[in-house]
């Protein structure tokens, strides 16, 4: 079955950087364009990001466009988010998201992970 | 770009219906089929219910529906049961970018 396991998450300082890590299984890593998708405490969904399928095509939430980069390992069956310069802002639960395709969920994110907490403290 | 407009709270009684609206714009809702919709119990991740305006995504019954009318997307939940109380985001396409609404806590009464 389908799984998205996130880790990376932690308490940072304001300021710092911090790596997210997603690992899939149980379905065909390179044809799926993966997002991430955080959740500040008692607040709604933000996306975040996406990568394409093959991590030609990277796009970013305006507000984190610059600070933060998407990559994703195609061998290891692997998405990351690399995340500089944090604000107390960034605080959240991030999730990774698979993105359905065409003929199947497309334009929505059809499977989630559990999330891993960020924290952004001064 | 602003989250699409969602009321951030909807009731209904068991059996009931309950229609929850989300407002973008040219550029998302109203530009693309692609409007999706999550539910979210507390302390769950997101799970999608309904895709590409219409369409159910896998385990969710005819009692849920989804619609769009120019810029405004809807989400109709039919005869209403505790466990439909949860919070509900629609979510677009933005040409590249996505966005979320706001989000509406739904209560079983």
């Known amino acids: 079955q389908v799984q998205l396991v996130e880790s990376g998450g932690g308490v940072v300082q304001t300021g710092g950087s911090l790596r997210l890590s997603c690992a899939a299984s149980?379905?065909?890593?390179?044809?799926?364009?993966l997002h991430w998708v955080r959740q500040a405490p008692g607040k709604g969904l933000e996306w975040v990001a996406i990568?394409?399928?093959?991590?030609?095509?990277?796009y970013f939430a305006a507000s984190v466009r610059g600070r933060f980069t998407i990559s994703r390992d195609n061998f290891k069956n692997k998405v990351f988010l690399q995340m500089n310069s944090l604000r107390a802002e960034d605080t959240a639960v991030y999730y990774c998201?698979?993105?359905?395709?065409?003929?199947?969920?497309?334009?929505?994110?059809?499977?989630w992970g559990l999330g891993t907490v960020v924290t952004v403290s001064s | 770009q602003s989250a699409l407009t969602q009321p951030p709270s909807a009731s209904g009684s068991p059996g009931q219906s309950v229609t929850i609206s989300c407002t973008g714009t040219s550029s998302d809702v109203g530009g693309y089929d692609y409007v999706s919709w999550y539910q979210q119990h507390p302390g769950k991740a997101p799970k999608l219910m309904i895709y590409e305006v219409t369409k159910r995504a896998s385990g969710f019954p005819d009692r849920f529906s989804g619609s769009k009318s120019g810029n405004t997307a809807s989400l109709t939940v039919s005869g209403l049961q505790a466990d439909d109380e949860a919070d509900y985001y629609c979510s677009s396409y933005a040409g590249s970018t996505w966005i979320f609404g706001g989000g509406t806590k739904l209560t079983v009464l």
């Open positions: 990568i394409s399928y093959d991590g030609g095509s990277k």
């Open positions: 998201a698979r993105e359905g395709h065409y003929g199947a969920y497309a334009g929505a994110f059809d499977f």
């Open positions: 149980g379905f065909t890593f390179s044809r799926y364009a």
